[in-house]
């Protein structure tokens, strides 16, 4: 649990390489006693789009922010298992 994202974010960009990439995978899975109220209240859409924020805005000059589901589907396409996903992006040349 990240109590101070933005900060944590321009740190990894400090010591990235130019191109470097910084992948940030999640679930939805959580406790409630340790999550921000910001996280609490969302879904995985929101989750997603709040990573890509933070990557965004924390002043880390990051590029090519994107969001996948990677989590395990059957064949009716439902998720099995706990559902994952990732935000990747690249610190710039």
Not at 31 to 42: D, E, I, P, R
Request: a positive charge; hydrophobic letters at 40%; glycine letters at 8%.
């Amino acid at each position: 649990y990240l109590v101070a994202p933005l900060q944590v974010l321009k740190e990894a960009s400090r010591v990235l390489k130019p191109r470097g990439k910084v992948h940030i995978l999640f679930s939805n899975r959580l406790f409630l006693s340790k999550a921000v109220g910001l996280w609490t209240g969302a879904d995985d859409i929101d989750h997603a789009y709040y990573v890509g924020c933070y990557l965004h805005f924390c002043g880390g000059d990051y590029t090519n922010i994107a969001a996948r589901d990677l989590s395990t589907r059957n064949g009716k396409q439902m998720i099995t298992g706990d559902p994952v996903y990732v935000v990747t992006a690249t610190k710039k040349a």
